[in-house]
């Protein structure tokens, strides 16, 4: 772990920098080859870091970013997941998601404020290290580059990494559609969601960030406070009119009207309904819908729906959940199939285990959830809100 002041260039092996300035603790992620993708050593040097940070009087506020202008993170490193799963090595593939829901566990509960940079990429696992943020009294910064996501449907997985938990709280049905379609939001639609706190231009980013290493501060709430007061002077960050403007508010009656169905197959069948009887924009926007829900994972779905619905309780509670439906993905769902089929043969032709969205038993969707492990042997049992 550097303690210089300015980090140093990451060779090969070094993905994560981290080092103590002005009594900032800054954490970069440095592996653009793979958009920032994480990788078990990645999650557990930032956990080192956060633990290492929690009780020094000398770190005031922690601060998560990248240099690098396409990806802040675009997820977990799936393709090494994918390969463990074909070498058989499942103990793998449990140690990395256990790790990770660990990590998004300590962000959400760490007891100073933590910001994240938030530029270009952010999905999977990239909102995993970041949505926390709001809990701790940090923010979550966005810019015009930033594109967020909970893509899982697409591969045969589910919003995981504690995503339920924040979707579950967004207005309306935005949760619910976020999670089964995985749809990228701009920076104006994580504001309206509730899933970015402030907006700062990316031309603005260097001065912050050098602001940051120079300027006093007593207090993490006075790093904050000066984010904020950057954040003001922009005026998108301002304007409602832009936010109230994105794609997400323009669609939210349609949004709610269709995605507010208790299954994805009521879902389906009220976007095809809109199809056929809708005029105008509502008719293009319900096509390109159904459109997209018969393309992802029927099962993953099906569950994703259940995952938003079931996340009223603790984060604790939900990351447990993650963890159980992480297995029961690998071992019954159709992750293995739809990482071959998007990713590595990229065929874009996974063969689901179900057809069609009418074709999941809701047995099936319960199944998903049982946990392989009893409460006092779960790997995350120590976790609590």
């Known amino acids: 772990m550097s303690q210089e002041t300015h980090p140093p260039i990451a060779d090969a092996e ?124 940090g923010l979550r910064v966005v810019d015009g580059t930033t594109r967020l996501a909970m893509p899982e449907t697409r591969i045969g997985l589910f919003p995981d990494v504690g995503m339920g938990w924040f979707l579950a709280r967004t207005p309306g049905a935005l949760g619910r559609y976020l999670a089964v379609t995985g749809e990228t939001i701009d920076a104006a639609s994580a504001l309206y969601a509730g899933l970015a706190d402030v907006y700062i231009d990316g031309d603005a980013r260097p001065a912050l960030l050098d602001a940051l290493q120079t300027e006093p501060f007593m207090s993490g709430e006075e790093v904050v406070e000066r984010i904020r007061r950057a954040a003001e002077s922009e005026a998108v960050s301002r304007d409602s009119a832009h936010v109230a403007g994105c794609a997400l508010a323009v669609a939210r009656a349609w949004i709610d009207r269709h995605f507010s169905r208790p299954t994805v197959a009521e879902v389906l069948a009220s976007l095809e309904t809109a199809q056929r009887e809708a005029k105008g924009a509502e008719n293009e926007w319900a096509e390109q819908m159904a459109g997209v829900l018969r393309e992802r994972s029927p099962l993953s779905m099906a569950v994703s729906l259940e995952v938003v619905s079931r996340a009223e309780g603790s984060m604790a509670d939900v990351l447990r959940r993650d963890l159980d439906l992480t297995r029961s993905s690998f071992a019954q769902g159709d992750v293995v199939e739809g990482i071959r089929a998007r990713i590595i043969d990229k065929d874009n032709h996974p063969r689901w285990r179900f057809a069609r969205v009418e074709d999941v038993p809701p047995a099936e969707v319960e199944a998903m959830f049982k946990s392989p492990w009893s409460s006092a042997g779960h790997p995350l049992r120590a976790l609590s809100d």
């Open 14 to 137: 070094q993905h994560v920098l981290t080092h103590v300035a002005n009594r900032i603790g800054f954490i970069e992620l440095a592996r653009p080859q793979a958009l920032n993708a994480l990788s078990t050593a990645m999650v557990r040097a930032m956990q080192a870091a956060l633990d290492a940070w929690r009780d020094d009087p000398d770190v005031l506020a922690v601060l998560v970013h990248t240099r690098h202008p396409r990806a802040f993170c675009a997820g977990g490193d799936i393709r090494l997941l994918y390969e463990s799963y074909r070498a058989g090595d499942l103990a793998a593939i449990d140690t990395f998601f256990i790790e990770e829901y660990r990590l998004n566990h300590a962000i959400f509960s760490y007891p100073k404020p933590y910001i994240a940079l938030m530029n270009g990429v952010v999905m999977g696992g990239g909102m995993g290290i970041s949505q926390g943020a709001h809990r701790t009294g």
